[in-house]
């Protein structure tokens, strides 16, 4: 089973790459973790739905076929840990790909947020995309590490 981790926005600050690519690292071989970053529309005068329109294209385009789609939107679920470990278990023996899919500067097109199997959320908090990105794998790998039994979580 392969993490993939599409995110709109091709550029981040150093040190959330930096950051990024310390967790991404510490995966075991059977569960691997990518970025696909994705472009982002340029804003200028167009439409809302001319913006959304393309970045889904792009989105739809980086997820493999059969891969389970999960994106993370301020009104999906709210998850602990706990629960986070409890689904990536889930994912695990299910055996597809899944695609955590991070939203551009205005979010996902509605339909795609509805056509995804999951819908979850990192925060009550706005948080920079970059943020996100380091905060999402971070959880990721704490999740790994709660099922691998690795003391990574403490009551």
């Known amino acids: 089973m392969k993490l993939l981790i599409v995110a709109v926005g091709q550029r981040v600050p150093d040190w959330a790459q930096t950051a990024y690519e310390d967790y991404a690292k510490r995966f075991p071989p059977e569960l691997k973790v990518e970025l696909k970053a994705v472009k982002t529309e340029p804003r200028g005068s167009k439409t809302l739905e001319t913006l959304y329109a393309a970045e889904r294209e792009r989105i739809v385009a980086a997820i493999p076929k059969g891969a389970r789609m999960v994106v993370l939107d301020e009104r999906g679920t709210s ?36 056509s995804a199997h999951e819908r979850i959320r990192l925060s009550d908090l706005t948080l920079p995309h970059a943020m996100v990105r380091v905060l999402l794998i971070e959880q990721l790998y704490r999740a790994w590490s709660v099922n691998a039994g690795h003391p990574y979580h403490r009551e």
Do not use: F
């Open 79 to 114: 998850l602990t840990t706990k629960a986070l470990a409890e689904r990536l278990k889930g994912w695990q023996l299910g055996g597809d790909d899944v695609a955590l899919v991070i939203g551009g500067p205005d979010g996902l097109e509605p339909a795609l947020r509805q």
